[in-house]
């Protein structure tokens, strides 16, 4: 089960607006609260009635909403053990308000996320883009066992059949495709879906770095990096590029299907490139802290987090990753990406281990970074005197010479050799 936990509030204090929904409320966390635009009950009341005209006779006996609230009434406590203590929240022991919590959120969700049958009526491209930003945090998710039950209900009253009815994930996945479009390539498919516990846990699954085993020639451990398997921070991009490190965009498509597929090899870091937008932090703050709170779930959004504000620490990093197509960011300068950059991971705990995702690239890449010789050749390359043209010319004749001169001298050897 994906824990649905409330947002602890040192998290809330560092970037709030990352974390409360502005426009509509799904689940017990944010259920009446103050602020919530009025325009956002009314679409739901449009969403439950929509709901309620399918269920509607002859297609059902009885009230549809009898026939929903008997349904809440099944679930009710599978759908409570998802979310942390609600004994606080404005529902009565009766549990009447919570399942018409669960009923009017449900049916949001259904039709908003499309399944139905039947076209959507979006009241606005303005609603649709706050509503968007509401369904992707984390303290503001409704478990999809609640949707599943509410259209499988719809799909047997269609059919007047109780046979089971699957849930359509590419229908969902028409939804929440375009929501992660530049950040996964892979496909919303029915496995998936049904294996989500609700929207955020779904994006979570659709940007699971794909497995790419690494070269034998990379370090494994005690091969390289800090000998009791420690996995220290990772060097700035600019650190990292004076000591002959070459930064790559990786193109999403094929072996990359999501921005955590990065990929080293040797000396060669490919990254897929990643727009820093205010979608983008609400994203990836509210995938971190979904890791924190579901330790079962792995935490390689963590790991891609800290991988990422740690290469691009600075103005400088920021600049050059930008250069190489792999950052793009629309804030007014390089210094603030780079400040916001260093917040991903505010109030995050992380400990990297040899079974973590890309642990064993940290080591490849600190090998690398730890050899003599290419530190040697690294000094050499950044060596101010390189930077005149008529120093690289004299050392490039100095080298002819001394090539000719070796020549010379072995023939004169060899020509010693048979007249004796």
Request: neutral net charge; glycine residues 8%.
């Amino acid at each position: 089960r994906c824990r649905l936990y409330k947002v602890p509030g040192q998290i809330c204090n560092t970037d709030q607006r990352e974390h409360e929904p502005s426009y509509i409320s799904i689940g017990p966390y944010h259920y009446q609260s103050e602020g919530l635009q009025t325009r956002s009950n009314l679409w739901k009341e449009q969403c439950v009635s929509e709901v309620k005209s399918l269920l509607s006779p002859p297609a059902v006996d009885g009230d549809a909403g009898v026939l929903l609230d008997r349904l809440m009434a099944g679930i009710e406590d599978e759908v409570r053990m998802y979310y942390d203590d609600i004994r606080s929240s404005p529902f009565p022991d009766n549990g009447e308000a919570f399942r018409g919590m669960m009923i009017a959120d449900g049916c949001f969700l259904l039709v908003t996320l499309g399944l139905l049958q039947r076209p959507m009526r979006h009241p606005s491209r303005w609603d649709n883009q706050l509503w968007l930003h509401d369904i992707l945090l984390y303290g503001n998710q409704l478990p999809f066992v609640v949707v599943r039950e509410i259209y499988r209900l719809i799909r047997s009253c269609e059919t007047r059949t109780e046979e089971e009815h699957g849930f359509p994930g590419k229908k969902i996945g028409a939804i929440i495709g375009p929501m992660l479009r530049g950040y996964t390539t892979r496909p919303a498919s029915d496995v998936v879906v049904e294996n989500a516990g609700h929207v955020l846990h779904l994006c979570h699954l659709l940007l699971k770095p794909t497995n790419t085993p690494m070269d034998n020639s990379e370090p494994r451990r005690g091969d390289g990096g800090d000998d009791d398997g420690n996995v220290e921070r990772w060097r700035r991009a600019t650190e990292y590029s004076e000591l002959l490190v070459v930064f790559k965009k990786r193109e999403l498509g094929g072996g990359a299907q999501c921005i955590s597929d990065v990929k080293i090899r040797g000396r060669v870091v490919e990254i897929p490139k990643l727009e820093l937008n205010p979608q983008t932090w609400r994203l990836l703050r509210n995938l971190v802290l979904l890791e924190q709170m579901n330790e079962h779930l792995g935490d390689h959004v963590t790991a891609y987090c800290v991988f990422i504000s740690q290469i691009a620490s600075t103005s400088a990093d920021v600049r050059l990753l930008m250069e190489r197509g792999i950052i793009v960011h629309w804030e007014a300068t390089d210094e603030a990406a780079a400040r916001k950059m260093g917040k991903l991971c505010d109030q995050i705990t992380f400990y990297p281990g040899w079974d973590k995702y890309l642990t064993l690239e940290w080591h490849a890449l600190e090998s690398h970074c730890r050899s003599w010789s290419w530190r040697l050749a690294a000094k050499l390359c950044r060596h101010k005197d390189w930077k005149n043209p008529l120093v690289v010319t004299g050392t490039l004749v100095a080298v002819v010479i001394l090539f000719c001169a070796i020549v010379q001298s072995l023939y004169s050897f060899l020509a010693y050799r048979d007249q004796k």
